[in-house]
């Protein structure tokens, strides 16, 4: 049986909604500015009237949009230590020089993924879990085994909600050099994993003075740590 502990920790995402602001038009130099003064490494990838898009090294990336704003990351260690430090620090800018002072709705989703050498394979581990059971037997006027499976479970409760989905998937990434390039060959890579994806979000407007970033991301990560394995059938 799976647990938790046979998959590693894929991606991070942090997005804060927020009420429509308009200073999002006249402040985002000064927030870009005063995030660049904290780090080393980063380079803007788009920059529009509605959403401006930096990227922190290869690690993370750092939106702001009329809206809402967002942490990703990549491959980040499992404590979410050094996220935790650059979502601080990111929450704290924009907060304060946009002057956002309620979040419609704030959301952490960690997506967890297992590599298979096919999608059968991840199929059949999904299938072998706690979150489905498939009749045995020709069903459809099909014998063969489900070729891909996706499944997802949503509660929502007072001020909280989550979401979690297990689903098997196959990512496709492309490199395709410019011409006069002397570096890497052109380069076709596909992923086939087993994704374990669950996003803790609020239902309900909170003040900016009243949320605590850091007890969220420790709370909903403990929570998943403690709890997703008895989806997976290990416990």
Same mark, same amino acid.
């Given at each position: 049986m799976?647990?938790?502990?046979?998959?590693?920790?894929?991606?991070? +995402?942090?997005?804060?909604?927020?009420?429509?602001?308009?200073?999002h038009w006249d402040h985002s130099g000064a927030l870009w500015s005063a995030v660049n003064k904290k780090h080393d490494g980063l380079r803007n990838v788009s920059?529009?009237?509605?959403?401006?898009?930096? $990227?922190? $090294?290869?690690?993370?990336?750092?939106?702001?949009? $009329?809206?809402s704003f967002t942490?990703?990351?990549?491959?980040?260690?499992?404590?979410?230590?050094?996220?935790? %430090?650059?979502?601080?620090e990111f929450h704290a800018a924009v907060t304060t020089i946009l002057e956002i002072k309620d979040f419609t709705r704030v959301g952490?989703?960690?997506?967890?993924?297992?590599?298979?050498?096919?999608?059968?394979? +991840?199929?059949d581990a999904l299938l072998a879990t706690n979150m489905i059971r498939v009749p045995e037997g020709k069903y459809f006027s099909l014998s063969s085994s489900p070729k891909l499976a996706d499944v997802s479970l949503r509660w929502e409760e007072k001020a909280r909600g989550v979401h979690?989905?297990?689903?098997?998937?196959?990512?496709?990434?492309?490199?395709?050099?410019?011409?006069?390039?002397?570096?890497?060959?052109? +380069?076709?890579?596909?992923?086939?994993?087993?994704?374990?994806?669950?996003?803790?979000?609020?239902? @309900?407007?909170?003040?900016?003075?009243?949320?605590?970033? %850091?007890?969220? @991301? $420790?709370?909903?990560?403990?929570?998943m740590n403690r709890d997703i394995s008895f989806f997976l059938g290990a416990k």
């Open positions: 799976l647990s938790l502990t046979d998959f590693k920790l894929s991606d991070c +995402a942090l997005e804060f909604r927020h009420p429509f602001s308009t200073l920059a529009e009237p509605g959403k401006v898009v930096w $990227n922190l $090294n290869t690690d993370f990336q750092l939106i702001t949009e $009329n809206k942490i990703l990351a990549h491959t980040p260690d499992r404590a979410l230590k050094s996220f935790l %430090v650059i979502a601080s952490l989703r960690i997506t967890y993924r297992r590599d298979y050498p096919d999608l059968q394979a +991840a199929t979690f989905r297990l689903r098997a998937e196959g990512r496709e990434f492309n490199f395709e050099p410019p011409f006069g390039w002397e570096g890497t060959p052109a +380069a076709r890579v596909e992923k086939l994993s087993l994704a374990c994806d669950c996003d803790f979000f609020t239902t @309900i407007v909170t003040t900016v003075s009243q949320f605590s970033l %850091v007890d969220w @991301i $420790n709370q909903s990560l403990h929570m």
